[in-house]
């Protein structure tokens, strides 16, 4: 009896474990923003996502619990270096991996306590959204067109927006920008070529929000020229005397998206 009681105990610690946080592990929740579709759009692509690959970013907090120990189970952020304390037993670099590859760490942590700690670890906020590209139906359910949520660039917003029924062009919207005048939009490509992706022009126009009133700038591009973007490992971008990089979860999206583009009413931009 004592043998099975010593082999039953860790199995039932834990299934315990595995019920109680099976909601958090599969329904880490993200904050509501504006880039939830509410008009019948579908999510085609989400970088990064919250699946078994997620790579923990700085902000984000996780749920810690290790069975029989409550002095260690506890919520924890990751600092701005990307850093979580662990209760007992000090520092680790969370930022960069996967809540597979931080347990791991974890587990190797608390075996100064206990020979083989029963650890659980599950992501409960995400601090940066995940960049979505959108899919618009129109009335037949067909796909229409795609666009992105908002990309946040040092201090400037952009989205980009594709419709099926006009060929090579994607239309580019900035805010806010500072006055009516006339913009250019140009990229540095792996700090070396410098593509002009629009043309100077002039079309901003007064936008509300919650937060007041705005000035945003609307753009043609061609698909051409961001197929062009897709290639480089670095993009700088340039709207007049603004300078932000492309990069991440932005420019992961915007290749997806001029493929997706392409696949739906053009030959492939690499013929």
Not at 75 to 84: C, H, Y
Request: hydrophobic share 40%; proline share 4%.
């Amino acid at each position: 009896m004592k043998r099975l009681a010593a082999f039953l105990r860790p199995l039932f610690s834990s299934l315990l474990l595995a019920m109680f946080f099976s909601v958090a592990e599969a329904q880490p929740q993200e904050r509501v923003t504006q880039d939830s579709p509410s008009d019948g759009r579908v999510v085609v692509f989400s970088f990064p996502s919250t699946g078994q690959q997620y790579q923990l970013r700085v902000g984000d907090q996780i749920a810690l619990r290790v069975f029989a120990h409550p002095e260690f189970s506890s919520d924890l952020r990751l600092d701005e270096r990307g850093v979580i304390s662990l209760p007992g037993a000090g520092e680790v670099a969370a930022a960069g991996r996967t809540l597979r590859e931080l347990r791991g760490e974890i587990v190797t942590r608390y075996r100064k306590y206990e020979k083989n700690p029963h650890v659980y670890v599950a992501l409960t906020e995400m601090q940066s959204e995940p960049v979505r590209v959108y899919a618009a139906r129109d009335a037949m359910g067909r796909e229409a067109g795609v666009s992105t949520g908002q990309m946040e660039l040092d201090g400037m917003r952009m989205t980009l927006r594709a419709s099926y029924s006009i060929k090579d062009e994607v239309v580019l919207c900035f805010s806010p920008v500072e006055d009516n005048g006339t913009y250019q939009l140009t990229a540095l490509l792996d700090g070396t070529e410098r593509v002009i992706l629009s043309p100077a022009t002039k079309q901003s126009q007064w936008v509300s929000s919650i937060h007041g009133w705005y000035l945003a700038l609307s753009m043609k591009v061609s698909l051409k020229s961001l197929a062009m973007i897709t290639t480089a490992k670095e993009v700088k971008m340039r709207l007049r005397d603004k300078e932000f990089e492309l990069k991440g979860g932005n420019l992961e999206a915007l290749r997806f998206m001029v493929q997706h583009v392409y696949a739906n009413f053009a030959p492939s931009p690499t013929n």
